[in-house]
């Protein structure tokens, strides 16, 4: 029902800074939160951010607090996921989801709904 796509993925060096992007398509008359998420080859998926419907509340991962933000404008139906000083153990597709759940952040994988297709993140040392 509803359609996810990001953009924004690419090679960086160590320090550097991406923004990745999530354009959300299909019936807009629902609240969601929104996360992002990582998979490293070989590694399982893990959470990164997630943010409620309103943008008042957000979570992050403790590997990435201080460093990246997530965002959304509902009015364009997007979310981003700004990342600086990126590190080599950053490396990863990262995907953007879409939860019901929209009143509290969430931050594990099975109560998201949708998914998007990833955008790889590649951190040069």
């Known amino acids: 029902q509803v359609q996810l796509v990001e953009s924004g993925g690419g090679l960086v060096q160590a320090g550097g800074s991406l923004r990745l992007s999530c354009a959300a398509s299909g019936p807009t008359f629902r609240r969601y939160g929104m996360g992002w998420f990582r998979q490293a080859p070989g590694k399982e998926r893990e959470f990164v951010a997630s943010i409620t419907y309103s943008g008042g509340g957000t979570s992050y991962a403790d590997s990435v607090k201080g460093r990246f933000t997530i965002s959304r404008d509902n009015a364009k139906n997007m979310s981003y996921l700004q990342m600086n000083s990126l590190k080599p153990e950053d490396t990863a597709v990262y995907y953007c989801?879409?939860?019901?759940?929209?009143?509290?952040?969430?931050?594990?994988?099975?109560?998201?709904?949708?998914w998007g297709q990833g955008t790889q993140v590649t951190v040069s040392s």
């Open positions: 989801a879409a939860s019901t759940i929209f009143s509290v952040v969430v931050q594990t994988t099975s109560r998201y709904d949708y």
